[in-house]
Each structure stands twice: as C-alpha cells, then as structure tokens.
C-alpha cells in the first residue's frame, strides 16, 4: 500500500473508527462448519486492524500472526490482547506486525494451517496467500464486490471491489469448500477454501 493508505488507516483507527472486536458471522459459520473438530494451529490474519478475527481465534487456543499497514491499529490490538489476558487470566499466542503489504508480495511457504482475509483486496497478493498455507490449510475470504456501488458506504473505486466470481475464480487451485456472493446489504463474495 502506498504511505497514503497507511496515514489513513493511522487516522481512521485514531479517531475510532472500526473499534468492534466481535467477530464477523461469516467467520464464526465458517469455523463451526469447517474448523470446529480441527486441533488449533498457525493462523494468519491480514490486513487484521485492531485484532476482532485474530484476538478470537487466540481465544480458541490459535497460534496467530496478524499483520496490517497501520501502526494504530496494530498498538490497538496489542492493547486489547493485554485486556483479553487479564480477563481471562491465560496465556494466548498472539504476533502482530506492522507490514505494508503492496510491498511484500512473501507472506511465507507453507507457514500457516489458516489465513484469514476479511475487507481487505490486493489482487497481487492472491498467490502468496496460497502459498502461505500449509497443505490442507484453510482460507477464509470475505470482501465487497462491485455490487457495493450501488449502497451507501464503503468503497466504490473498482480496485476494492471484486468482480462477479472473480474470487471464486482467483482460488482454483485450492479446493472451494463454501462460496457465497450477495447482492443484499454490503455486497459481498465470501469463500472458504482448503489446500490439497
């Protein structure tokens, strides 16, 4: 991402903007159905914020790395996983890191047993989310489509909305578990996928 993009997000995090920490439902339905009977590995967040998808699967005893391009908001994250510990009085794994992903098209080989992208599109970085997945690790992909247009919020220029199918089509060579695109409400594609 280029500094604009980073200064933004540094400001939208300062002035509170994406505070919630509860999970997306599409990652709750996707864990119950497809990870619930997994033991917990190595999981990947990107583009993760303030930590909602990275600091609840620490909770479910995850292994997790969450990586996003604003400082803000990983020291936000870091904040509310020393809360977590406190309240829960136990030890999670939990990493974070500051990364600029449009410049690091290496996200690892083989590294992670799940990788989660939530609101996030990088075209570029479709391989290298492959790659960083373990064989038979799990993607979890949800973002805006360009169906999105057409309601209030959010974003409208093209490089952040998928095409119809485009996801689906971008991960062929995993194997498509679940995939799911709406035109009601926000305008998402979500796909969940395994590596062979």
Known sequence: ??????????????????????????????????????????????????GRHALW?????????????????IRLAQQNLLKLKRSQSRNMQFETQVLDLSSTPDLGNKHY???????????????????????????IYKTYTTEKKRM???????????????LLHAFQSLRVLYYHETVRDKGVAELVARKE
């Open 113 to 139: 047993d799940l990788v989660l992208v939530f609101f996030y599109l990088q075209r570029s970085l479709f391989p290298a989310l492959i790659s960083a997945l373990k064989p038979g690790g799990l993607l």
């Open 1 to 50: 991402m280029e500094r604009d993009e980073q200064t933004l997000w540094d400001r939208k995090y300062r002035e509170g903007s994406h505070t919630s920490l509860t999970p997306d439902p599409f990652l709750l339905s996707a864990y119950s159905e497809f990870l619930a009977d997994t033991p917990p590995g190595s999981a990947l967040d990107v583009a993760g914020g303030i």
């Open 152 to 166: 209030r919020g959010g974003p409208t220029h093209p490089m952040h909305l998928l095409k119809p199918n485009e």
């Open 57 to 73: 699967l620490a909770q479910q005893r995850w292994k997790v790395k969450l990586v996003d391009v604003s400082g803000v908001g």
